[in-house]
């Protein structure tokens, strides 16, 4: 936000300056800061001082509007305003006299952010410790362009240390903007602030490079609550709030991290403020990593952000917190309510999903909450290996995975959807996790279910106590297939929906674990006669003869009032694969007040 | 005043290494010699930061930037003294280094003497083009500990004509607002916040609470329905814990408050239905 102009700008002179005749040459850039809904502002750096102008329009070769600004500088910022959400535009960078220095082509463009809270598909590429100029980022870079094709990223996010080894300004020129520059020129960036970045700057008083050539919101211009701060800030694409914080203080100067001050005060009305779908942080120091050099039981930072941080951002329901710093590749478990040393890590107590998050694998993690709900975990991510691979022990506990890989992470989100991917830098995708988000019961039944030709379903509404409300439901005469129904004793997530032709009438997920077992002849049985979860007792799914038998009772089913309005459905639904059995009933037998009951066929 | 403690840099010998490196190439780089000093700093190894400004001294280096680092040694290191002293020495060499004077009034925090503390940070936020929240909050703090509240409320309020109503800014002030019995200004700030964000239930809340001590019951009670039916109409999408509890709380003081018996059915009629699925 605060470039150095002192020293090459001749701030008086604001006469059209003949940039053209002078061989003005781009040394910087363009790159893109600061979209909003409504503008985004374009950067560039010339070699030699020149006014500026940045044309631009929906069509390329047509770039009929255009944003100056008088001051001769070679650092050029020019907030570009009244853009349409979401609407492409082409832009040219160049001088008030006309000249065009770079764009007007296929590859200068920019989009204002889309709508606040509406969902949209996004792709978003993500990088830490890329700041050695060298081979290993060059790889990392050319296997993300090799992954994406020729489509651009909706934005880009740093994880700090950004460019090494102190992070100068000479620095950043080779390891972002020289090594970046064809995706910088469409693609806004975002940062956080990293200890090497420290080195040359001081997040207290926000001086220094790092804070030169970046323009971050201070005012909550890109959407969240104002931070006052470019250190750490919030902006909102679409139905996804991003959080960015720093992690190297914080922000306190000579004096020593305070975590009562502003950055916190901030986080808080901030994480109270949002109502987005998604809740997204990201910050330099892991709180959980274990390397050689950085081992997050061991280097005060981190300790700080795990024990400080972290519960907050857990009771306003964080999603995914982001990280560097060890020059690794981590990745956790779907973890809540660990702040501790590695050696106090449970995973029976601290992971509430201890799956590998793969829908390939042993299946997505869910949360059962559009939205911020707190404790319902959040996966943590330490990419670190952008451009440098360390020799790490990668033992943390908390970690479902650690590789010893160059490379980046490539996240796209689709409405209730997250899905992250490691990319090494031969552009193989070594770790998939993904996130749904939504309860396990849609609004409206499941289509492409397998039916059974038989089935019967009974429910039975008591009067005055819901401990004493019944469900049964059978199915049978259809296909089911082992294989389908998948492992619920270990990782399958199931469901079971009841809806009417109003909509869903109950039902939610059947935890998996142990109250799952197998019999001896390969049948699944389930049994939990304190009826904890949606008020299911037993449940047995047989696949040699195939049937299904469903019993609940009590106040956990949340049985509503009697009579149901027909068509009347019941669904099994396995949430990982997405395979489910059905038996729908168009007409019942008995439905009033006491009871619901419906036979097949 | 205890030294930083220098613990958890073990990457920091790694830096220093190749910083060593780079000097051996540039030997006469008095930037890059600033650079180490810091480094070492962090390092917690004093007199090699100090052996490292004596260089950048030679080669050029600004004296009022040497004697500003040499205070940052001296107070990583436990020795504010003599930290005033550089920083006393860089600032008669540029009396406009306000980031120098700024640190200076933390010096003089830690020596005790608070009001040449607060005339350094006063002096140094209003040189500074672009101060942040912890200035302010920082300047705050250290009066708030010399018991002069009203006038950290004054710092607060420099910090919000500067950089706009921050939550970072405006909710201690709000604090302070109440220590001093000062509801309705209290209100106002808690207005002013939710002009920039209507959403915030918690603020809310917060607002129900200071109207109602400062007697005005009926507003306090319409403060919670309206956030009771914010919550509720937020629960519809994001049924979470947190919003659930805000609501059961906010019910309770309702009922706390005198309320009329009708008004509290209404408010608990619009819980979820019984239709509600049970998810």
């Known amino acids: ?429 070594t770790d998939h996790f993904r996130i749904v988000k939504g309860p396990p019961c849609p609004p409206a039944p499941r289509t492409g279910c397998e039916a059974g030709a038989s089935g019967k379903l009974t429910l039975k509404k008591h009067p005055f106590d819901d401990l004493r409300d019944r469900l049964n439901w059978a199915w049978q005469d259809g296909a089911i297939a082992e294989s389908e129904v998948g492992e619920p004793a270990n990782q399958t997530d199931l469901a079971l929906c009841l809806y009417d032709q109003a909509g869903l009438v109950l039902g939610g997920a059947l935890p998996k674990g142990e109250r799952w077992s197998t019999d001896g002849r390969g049948n699944l049985r389930y049994k939990d006669l304190s009826e904890e979860a949606i008020g299911m007792q037993k449940i047995k799914i047989n696949f040699s003869q195939p049937f299904l038998k469903v019993k609940g009772a009590g106040a956990e089913l949340g049985l509503p009032g009697l009579p149901l309005t027909p068509p009347v459905i019941a669904q099994l639904v396995q949430l990982d694969g997405g395979a489910c059995w059905e038996s729908s009933f168009p007409v019942a037998e008995a439905n009033h007040a006491r009871k619901f009951q419906a036979e097949l066929p | 005043m205890t030294p930083t403690v220098a613990a958890g840099h073990p990457e920091l010998p790694v830096v220093d290494r190749a910083v060593a490196d780079l000097l051996i190439e540039n030997p006469d780089d008095a930037d890059l010699l600033l650079r180490q000093a810091q480094l070492r700093t962090k390092a917690g190894n004093w007199d090699a930061a100090l052996e490292s400004l004596d260089h950048a001294r030679e080669r050029g280096a600004e004296p009022s930037a040497v004697s500003s680092a040499r205070a940052g040694v001296f107070l990583a290191a436990g020795l504010p003294y003599l930290a005033k002293y550089e920083y006393d020495r860089a600032l008669a060499e540029r009396p406009d280094a306000f980031e120098a004077r700024f640190e200076r009034g933390r010096v003089n925090l830690a020596l005790g003497d608070s009001e040449a503390a607060d005339r350094d940070f006063g002096e140094a936020i209003a040189r500074m083009p672009e101060p942040r929240p912890e200035h302010f909050v920082i300047r705050k703090n250290a009066l708030v500990a010399a018991g002069r509240i009203e006038e950290a409320v004054g710092a607060l309020d420099e910090g919000v004509a500067r950089l706009g109503h921050l939550a970072s800014l405006e909710l201690p002030a709000i604090e302070l607002e109440i220590r001093l019995g000062r509801f309705d200004r209290a209100l106002a700030r808690l207005d002013g916040l939710l002009e920039t964000t209507p959403t915030s239930v918690a603020w809310i809340a917060r607002r129900a609470e200071l109207l109602e001590r400062t007697g005005r019951s009926e507003d306090a009670r319409a403060a919670r329905l309206g956030a009771i039916r914010q919550l509720e109409a937020r629960q519809t999408r994001n049924p979470n814990r947190a919003g659930r509890e805000l609501a059961e709380r906010l019910r309770r003081e309702l009922a706390m408050s005198g309320s009329k018996e009708g008004d509290t059915r209404e408010t608990t009629s619009r819980t979820p239905s019984a239709r509600t699925p049970h998810l």
Request: charged share 20%; glycine share 10%; with cysteine.
């Open chain 1, 1 to 429: 936000m605060r470039p150095h102009l002192a020293p090459l700008a001749l701030a008086l002179l604001t006469f059209s300056f003949p940039s053209e005749a002078l061989g003005v040459t781009v040394t910087r850039g363009p790159y893109l800061q600061k979209p909003t809904t409504g503008s985004i502002v374009v950067r560039w750096r010339t070699d030699m001082p020149t006014d500026s102008r940045v044309s631009y329009g929906t069509t390329s070769g047509s770039l009929t509007s255009f944003a100056d600004d008088a001051t001769v500088t070679t650092e050029h910022v020019v907030p570009v305003s009244d853009l349409s959400a979401d609407v492409k535009y082409f832009y040219a960078v160049g001088t008030t006299d006309g000249t065009v220095l770079a764009g007007d082509d296929a590859d200068h463009f920019f989009r204002a952010h889309p709508t606040p809270g509406v969902p949209r598909p996004m792709r978003f590429w993500v990088t830490g410790d890329g700041g050695f100029a060298d081979a290993n980022g060059m790889a990392v870079r050319d296997a993300y362009e090799a992954y994406n094709g020729t489509s651009s990223a909706d934005f880009w996010l740093l994880l700090g240390d950004n460019a090494y080894l102190l992070g100068t300004d000479a620095n950043y020129q080779a390891a972002l903007f020289d090594m970046h520059h064809d995706m910088l020129r469409n693609t806004p960036v975002w940062s956080t602030y990293g200890n090497h970045e420290d080195f040359s700057a001081n997040d207290f008083t926000e001086t220094g490079p790092y804070f030169d050539l970046f323009t971050f919101p201070t005012a909550g211009e890109s959407g969240g609550v104002a931070s006052g701060a470019e250190a750490y800030y919030s902006f909102d694409y679409a139905n996804v709030h991003f959080i960015v914080l720093d992690s190297e203080g914080p922000a306190t100067g000579g004096g020593q991290p305070d975590y009562t001050g502003p950055m916190m005060t901030w986080l808080i009305a901030d994480l109270e403020a949002t109502t987005a779908d998604w809740v997204i942080a990201f910050w330099h120091r892991p709180p959980y990593s274990r390397g050689r050099l950085h081992d997050s039981d061991f280097e005060g930072n981190e300790i700080n952000m795990r024990e400080n941080v972290l519960p907050t951002l857990e009771d306003y329901g964080v999603d995914l917190v982001l990280t560097g710093h060890s020059h690794s590749y981590e990745r956790s478990y779907l973890l809540d309510g660990h702040y501790g040393f590695s050696s106090s890590f449970d995973l029976a107590t601290h992971a509430l999903d201890s799956g590998d998050g793969n829908p390939t694998g042993d299946g997505a993690y869910r949360k059962s909450t559009v939205g911020p709900a707190p404790h319902e975990g959040e996966v943590h991510v330490v990419c670190g290996s952008s451009s440098q691979v360390r020799i790490e022990t990668l033992d943390h506990p908390a970690h479902r995975i650690g590789l010893l890989e160059l490379g980046s992470m490539v996240i796209d989100i689709d409405d209730d959807t997250l899905d992250a991917k490691f990319l090494n830098d031969e552009a193989q995708v």
